[in-house]
């Protein structure tokens, strides 16, 4: 995952329907960028099994304390 | 001015104390309804804490609920007792702005099932609380209403989103309030307003009539004065909502009683990074001191190692930001100019998030739960400061004009995004004061659904210490 440049922001927001100018753009690619650049070493990494429900499932499941190390 | 006060006033009493005063008629709902009325008139022109004040219908209910309790009718634990929320709990009937110019006329057409259950239980109202516009700011600014003031130091910042609650509950113009954490929305004006204040577990409380702004992180709860006060709200609010396919089923474990338990023989983990990196040295004082009061009562402390937080922080801001943003779509396109800047900007991040991007953030939120589970499976509980700082300055952290803002923000929210991102429960606690008078809050961190261990422990380090219990002075 790579930090969208201006320009691509500015398409993909003209895309949802909600216009942005250049300057906009740009702003928000300084905004979110650091975002991506933090799940960076995550993305491109999961496995095919898995889906977001996954995480009600683990949510849901009983996690009892083990003893300390 | 810091003064630890023991008074007779009613409006100064605890959420518990005040309704057991009620239902055994030591103290009439009127007389309760009076005194936070008088606080609020005295207070509200420093704080603007409040978004609508109700006196007479808030007198009227309290007399209505005195006649109904001499009749022999008690509608449940908190029967006869004021309440104000953040102001976007629906009330049907009520205005509900959401701290926005374009809700400024919204008038709700149900009630929420949050605050139904608090009716249900006898709470009356005495208005609506201020708030960040559509709970989208962390510090307590608001462009149409003002920002809201830190009773504590009236030119710092509450903090957000429920800066309305924080502040209300600080002085003591309500027993307690609700609030909603998306980022931290509940846990940093209970830090910096130096109050108790619990988010709950994705999925704990209904959230049916809540404004939405992320459908994956938002959660109901309550800010007050103690834990103990927190278990009884959590106690009348929790449980499975036909309203709300999200609130799990299942039974309501009892957290007042959990409320009443010690902390000995518990195992209470500090992390050894991220927590504890980059601290005002007045924070790592005061969380040396509370680790301290920890091992007084019987808690042992062990260091804990967690996943890196810095992903999680960031997966956080991913899906806030594109949740927010569907959200808010019709009204960006529509209705841009009746934004504020700020929040209008925050939204606009949104738009740059492709789907993939979201899904594949949404799809690691499992695995990134599994394994802060296993760092954590030697721990009851992880304790850490909500904040790296006090607050702030309201002029210092205001978005409008200051080139640090942005960066202020960051740093604002680096303890507490990572949690939403995991739907983990976590109890901001008071645990001490800077030198300057400012509050300080410590998180307590569970394992899901398991509110009840950390008001165990908040309410235990409350019965042993008094930070809690202290109150502004009105100077």
Redesign the interface.
Known sequence: ?TR?TPK??KA??DV???A?SIE??T???N??G??????A????T?PLD???????????AK?P????? | MNVHQMSTEPALMSLTSIAQAIAEKRLSSREATQSCLDRVAQWQPRLNAFMAIEAEEALAAADAADAALAKGNNDGALHGVPLAHKDMYYDAGKVVTCGSRIRRDFVATVNSTALQRLKDAGTIRLGSLQMAEFAYGPTGHNTHYGPVHNPWHVDHITGGSSSGSGAAVAARLTFAALGSDTGGSIRMPAHFCGVTGLKTTVGRISRAGAMPLSQSLDTVGPLARSAEDCALLLALMAGADPEDPTAVTGPVPDYNAAARQSMKGLTIGVPTAFYVDDLDAEVARILDETIAVLKREGAHIVQVELPDQRQLTAACQLVLAVEAAAFHKRWMIERPQDYGPQVLMRLQNGLAIPGVSYLEVMRWRGPALSAHLAAVAGVDAVIAPVAPVAAPTIAESDVGNSPNAEAVIQRLTRFTRPINYLGLPSLAIPVGFTHSGLPVGMQLIGRSFDEAMLLRIGAAFQRATDFHDRIPKFA
């Open positions: 995952m969208p691509e922001i993909i927001a949802a329907g909600v942005v906009v753009a702003r928000i690619a905004s979110i650091p975002a991506f650049e933090g799940f070493p995550v993305a491109g999961l898995l889906e977001p429900a996954t995480f009600v499932v683990v949510q849901a996690t304390k083990k003893a300390a190390k």
